[in-house]
């Protein structure tokens, strides 16, 4: 199932407020007015872009469709796409060139890192890759059983320590262990952490210091994990994260539920930093590729 | 400082006062477009910041604010009055049942914080009321679910049964014998995390309730949750009933604006909050500090004072 059917059978679930009231929006258009221009701007904001980002949306929309006259409700649905797009970097696939190529995996607490990881390590190994993780959450409950659990179903090997020991020793055992066996791609499980917490961020710049000195040369991506339930302190969390491992990309997980995640859009552009993957679900196979375009058909209902 | 943003706004927007000597109603409703905008960006639901602003609006309209000396002042004072009250003004205790043992059901999204904030409530009223606890494990989903509330429970010196991942109702129920049995009088219900949609898993959750009664049913919220909060909350209370909310994760700079929607849209008190990762990071809540938060204030009875 690709990307969009996927989210449609999400959206079909349940009555969607956000395609919802866009629809009667458009439904109801008869010129471009204060209303209008309101209840676009309302449906932004509930699909988590925003109220500052809505707002500046829509009064590019509104420049827009003057310059142009727009009279037609699609124009203006096709004017509001147009401008989201605008806002938001185009698809880019994960860089995993590198022999190893190291993949580290950050972000705040329950967001799915370990899952996300999971999955993608299945996606590696069904490419015929040899894929190593790397268990640097030493912190968390049985957070290295739970990776282990998903090493054993994706079938990547895993190294771990015990709980409490040094996420950067983990990370460089896995960076010797991955050298010996000759595995193509490594992927960094790190606990969840929230941003304002300043030594929590240390340690992550720790464990990016460590793959950066040992595998000066290795292609590398730094993936956010961004809940899509989560409101706008996604922004901060972006801004943080970025400061102490310069992101890469951000994988957007809980897709299939009725949030919309558009906070994305306004870290995408504003920070200048992909959205990658998007998780779907709990299974195995619910990660797909990001794109920019189906993720805006269900943000705005065709 | 935050405060000083939003009043600033609220005084700029009341800025020429002085010349015209008093508040007109369209004072009122720039200052209103600028507390909606705060209340947008805490994350405050669309639908229910849009009614909270009407509600205030009605009162900030009143002549004796209108006239007052610090009219801008007293419009944040019933601002921060009416959030206060909606959050439910006063700290909800759990409701302990008469007939032990306590049995109490956490439920909620995927990595809200369940697992954890159960061992923490657990070790909570084992200190403060001297109960006996027992956590079940009815996950049987999450790879390491049960793991996870294994290694809790030992941290905290605090049972653990399971039956590995066998059919979480008849987990719970068999759970509850077993605390009936050894004398456990409070019982966590530690369920896996699900999606609100997901009717299979929902109905799950209803057949927990039909077959062990529990006392209370809490759904656990990130504090970071966005616009979807009231949909979630919405969906499991008209399914559940749920009876309280527990918001987790405050200890990051989220504002907490889902506090408000959930409550708005469910009526159900917000009892504790979940204020760190270690087992004993959790408190009751505060609707004042919540407030406060809300708004992006510091302690703002005493700046109103001050003023
Ligand atoms: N519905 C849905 N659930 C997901 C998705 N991704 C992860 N989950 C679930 O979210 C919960 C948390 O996932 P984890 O992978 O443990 O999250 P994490 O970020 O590693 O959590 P910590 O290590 O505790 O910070 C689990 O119950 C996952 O099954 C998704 O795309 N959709
Ligand atoms: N900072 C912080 N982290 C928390 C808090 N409560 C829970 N967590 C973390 O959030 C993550 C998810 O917590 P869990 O208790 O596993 O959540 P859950 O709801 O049981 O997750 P699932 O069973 O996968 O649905 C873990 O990393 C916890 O340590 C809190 O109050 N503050
Ligand atoms: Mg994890
Ligand atoms: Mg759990």
């Known amino acids: ?267 995408s552009a504003g920070l200048g930093v992909p959205v990658k993957l998007v998780g779907v679900g709990e299974g195995i196979d619910d990660l797909i590729d990001f794109d920019r375009a189906a993720f805006l058909e269900a943000i705005l209902p065709p | 400082m935050a405060f000083e943003g939003l009043t600033e706004k609220i005084s700029s927007a009341f800025k020429h006062l002085r010349s015209k000597g008093r508040l007109t109603e369209s004072d009122i409703k720039e200052a209103m477009r600028e507390i909606r905008m705060a209340l947008l960006e805490a994350d405050v639901n669309f639908k229910v910041a849009k009614d909270f602003i009407k509600a205030v609006t009605e009162k900030a309209t009143d002549a004796e604010i209108l006239e007052s000396l610090s009219p801008s002042q007293q419009v944040i004072k019933i601002v921060n009055e009416e959030l206060v009250a909606l959050l439910g003004g006063q700290t909800t205790r759990l409701t302990i049942s008469p007939n032990p043992p306590t049995i109490v059901m956490m439920v909620g999204l995927q990595g809200a914080g369940k697992t954890t904030n159960c061992a923490k409530l657990a070790a909570l009223l084992r200190k403060q009321q001297q109960r006996r606890p ?25 049972p653990v049964f399971d039956e590995g991942q066998g059919d979480p109702v008849e987990i719970a129920k068999h759970g509850i014998d077993y605390a009936r049995r050894n004398g456990y009088d409070l019982v966590f219900l530690d369920t896996a995390g699900r999606l609100h949609i997901d009717e299979k898993l929902m109905d799950e959750l209803k057949n927990i309730k039909a077959t062990v009664k529990p006392t209370e049913i809490i759904l656990v919220v990130d504090a970071m949750t966005g616009q979807d909060a009231v949909t979630v909350a919405q969906t499991f209370d008209e399914a559940l009933g749920i009876d309280g909310v527990l918001m987790s994760k ?50 703002v009875l005493t700046l109103i004072e001050k003023a």
């Not at chain 1, 008869?30 to 449906?43: F, G, T």
């Not at chain 1, 015929?128 to 179903?153: C, H, N, P, Y």
């Open chain 2, 134 to 158: 027992l956590l079940v494990a009815c996950d049987v989903y999450r790879p390491a679910a049960i793991e996870q509330l294994k290694v809790v429970g030992r941290q905290l010196n605090i």
């Open chain 2, 250 to 299: 405050m200890d990051g700079d989220a504002r907490g604006g889902a506090a408000l929607s959930v409550k708005a849209v469910t009526g159900k008190p917000i009892k504790f909050i979940g204020t760190g990762e270690k087992l004993g990071d959790i408190e009751p809540f505060h609707p004042d500090r919540m407030a406060s938060r809300i708004l992006g204030m510091g302690d």
């Open chain 1, 1 to 267: 199932m690709g990307f969009f059917d996927k989210i449609k059978q999400g959206f079909k679930k349940t009555s969607d407020a956000v395609s919802h009231s866009l629809d009667s929006v458009f439904a109801a258009f008869v010129k471009i007015d204060e209303d209008l221009l309101e209840e676009l701007e309302e449906a932004l904001i509930l699909s988590d872009v925003g109220a500052s980002t809505s707002a500046k949306i829509v009064a590019e929309v509104e420049k827009r469709a003057k310059l142009r006259k727009t009279t037609t409700a699609s124009e203006l649905r096709d004017l509001l796409r147009e401008v989201l797009t605008d806002n938001m970097l185009d698809n880019q696939p994960l860089d995993v060139s590198g022999r190893p190529a190291v993949i580290l995996v950050i972000g705040v607490n329950g967001v799915g890192k370990t899952t996300s990881i999971g999955k993608l390590a299945a996606r590696y190994v069904s490419e015929g890759k040899k894929v190593m993780l790397s268990a640097a959450d030493t912190f968390r409950a049985a957070a290295a059983d739970q990776l282990e659990i998903w090493a054993k179903r994706a079938g990547a090997d895993i190294v771990r320590h015990g709980e409490g020991a040094d996420p950067a020793a983990v990370v460089f055992d896995s960076i010797s262990a991955a050298k010996a066996r000759g595995s193509d791609i490594i992927i960094v499980d790190t606990a969840g952490r929230l941003h304002n917490k300043a030594n929590l961020m240390n340690e992550l710049a720790k464990i990016d210091r460590v793959i950066s000195r040992e595998l000066p040369d290795a292609s590398r991506e730094t993936l956010l994990v961004l809940d899509a339930t989560t409101g706008q302190n996604a922004v901060h969390q972006a801004e943080e994260f970025n400061k102490a491992a310069e992101l890469t990309g951000i994988i957007l997980t809980k897709l299939d539920g009725t949030a919309k995640g558009g906070i994305v859009i306004a870290i």
